[in-house]
């Protein structure tokens, strides 16, 4: 999972928060997923999208079929 965080950009505990229905599939070879992005200034958690390119859709896929 380390890599997949490495491929998309996202931060460790952004990683943590995803749920099932926060990740996209229908871009084609790629994908998004949806991240509580941190804290601004008091303004609360904001979404933001992180790309899922061909080798992190592979890896975040074996994970939810073999390991979770």
Known sequence: ?????YISG??????CAVRLWDL???LGQWGRLVVQG????GSGR???QAYLF??????LWRYIEEIR
Do not use: I, T
């Open 46 to 48: 904001r979404e933001r």
């Open 10 to 15: 996202v931060r460790a505990s952004e990683k």
């Open 24 to 26: 996209y599939w229908e």
């Open 54 to 59: 061909a080798e992190g859709r592979k890896l």
């Open 1 to 5: 999972m380390a890599k997949l965080a």
């Open 38 to 41: 941190q804290e601004a200034g």
